[in-house]
């Protein structure tokens, strides 16, 4: 269904984009998410609440429970080139439906994307 790239490889990403995390552990536990940042920045900053802790967020909630390390979260570029926000948010929740990542099965909790 998602391919999952190795993290290498997303630091030439783009900006405008709707990604996905996933765990290489828990194949069902996929996040997905936009933004208009480059996606390398914004994949540093889920690292970083990992790290810090932040457990009130789903990303680190979960690479954050038993067994699991940075090494495990995978970011994937699902779709790039997505300049008008409105429409990047309504393609970011067209696959989040479509890939059924909601919670409790998936990490999406907050639908509104804001």
């Known amino acids: 269904?998602?391919?999952?790239?190795p993290q290498s490889q997303h630091q030439n990403g783009t900006e405008h984009v709707v990604y996905c995390l996933s765990c290489t552990?828990?194949?069902s536990t996929v996040y997905i998410?936009?933004?208009?940042?480059r996606l390398a920045v914004r994949f540093?900053?889920?690292r970083r609440d990992v790290i810090n802790g932040r457990n009130d967020l789903p990303v680190p909630a979960h690479f954050n429970s038993t067994n699991l390390t940075l090494e495990d979260i995978k970011?994937?570029?699902l779709k790039a080139g997505l300049a008008?926000?409105?429409?990047?948010?309504?393609?970011g929740m067209r696959l989040i439906f479509k890939c059924g990542?909601?919670?409790?099965?998936?990490?999406?909790?907050?639908?509104?994307?804001t």
């Open 84 to 91: 008008n926000q409105d429409y990047r948010k309504k393609q």
């Open 33 to 37: 998410e936009e933004t208009g940042r």
């Open 44 to 46: 540093r900053e889920h």
């Open 75 to 77: 970011v994937a570029k």
């Open 101 to 113: 990542t909601t919670d409790p099965s998936g990490r999406n909790q907050d639908l509104s994307f």
């Open 25 to 27: 552990k828990c194949p």
């Open 1 to 5: 269904m998602l391919i999952h790239h």
